[in-house]
């Protein structure tokens, strides 16, 4: 009988025991939890931003002006409004292997002749991203001369008779644009140019 009794002491103060040591670890394993940081997870990748430069859209039009002795562009970028950047509309059939050019806005001041000295302001725009590649309104308006050491002969051929005030579009083949070289970003071997210029001062 006392062997029994102390079987059963035994036996209860091991069930106690064992009771006591889960609770014990169960609340060492709730403290450690909530003490733990919260799991972070970092992204593989990072978001970059870009830089707008001009607008590029698809809407072709309707009221360009084409320019004597030029073939025409058959489907111009939008006049938009002058003093301000414009819109640019890069064709996506095959380009044209001669010089095309369209009025957007006609000039009401000098009309401008090769070896002038100009100030004018400009978007680029190329066949080979069909994106703008640079724009003068970022920054501050270009000075140049309209000759051949200064200007690609797109400009030099395609700007003649362009009044101040006025804004022209140029699509400009490789043979007069920068032929088989690279110049820089975006512009690559044997591209087609697609330049808007606006004529704010001669002299």
């Given at each position: 009988m006392q062997k029994k009794n102390k079987r059963r002491q035994s036996l209860?103060?091991?069930?106690?025991?064992?009771?006591v040591a889960i609770l014990v670890i169960g609340s060492a394993a709730l403290f450690f939890t909530k003490s733990s940081p919260p799991t972070v997870t970092i992204p593989t990748t990072i978001a970059t931003t870009t830089t707008t430069i001009g607008t590029v859209s698809t809407k072709c039009s309707t009221s360009a002006f084409a320019v004597t002795g030029f073939a025409t562009i058959?489907?111009?970028?939008?006049g938009g409004t002058s003093?301000?950047?414009p819109t640019m509309v890069i064709p996506t059939t095959a380009p044209?292997?001669?010089?095309?050019?369209?009025?957007?806005?006609?000039?009401?001041?000098?009309?401008?002749?090769k070896n002038d000295k100009f100030?004018?302001?400009?978007?680029?725009?190329?066949?080979?991203?069909?994106?703008?590649?640079?724009s003068?309104?970022?920054?501050?308006?270009?000075?140049?001369?309209?000759?051949?050491?200064?200007?690609?002969p797109g400009w030099v051929d395609g700007l003649v008779?362009?009044?101040?005030?006025g804004r022209r579009e140029?699509?400009?083949?490789?043979?007069?644009?920068?032929?088989?070289?690279?110049?820089?970003?975006?512009?690559?071997?044997?591209?087609?140019?697609?330049?808007?210029?606006d004529l704010l001062k001669i002299g």
């Open positions: 209860r103060r091991g069930v106690i025991a064992l009771v058959a489907c111009a970028s939008p003093g301000k950047a044209s292997k001669s010089l095309e050019v369209a009025d957007l806005i006609k000039g009401t001041g000098a009309a401008i002749k100030t004018a302001q400009y978007v680029l725009g190329t066949y080979s991203t069909h994106e703008i590649v640079q003068s309104w970022t920054s501050t308006s270009m000075s140049s001369t309209l000759n051949a050491s200064s200007l690609i008779g362009m009044k101040v005030g140029m699509i400009i083949p490789p043979s007069l644009g920068y032929g088989n070289t690279s110049p820089g970003t975006g512009i690559a071997k044997n591209d087609t140019l697609v330049f808007i210029v």
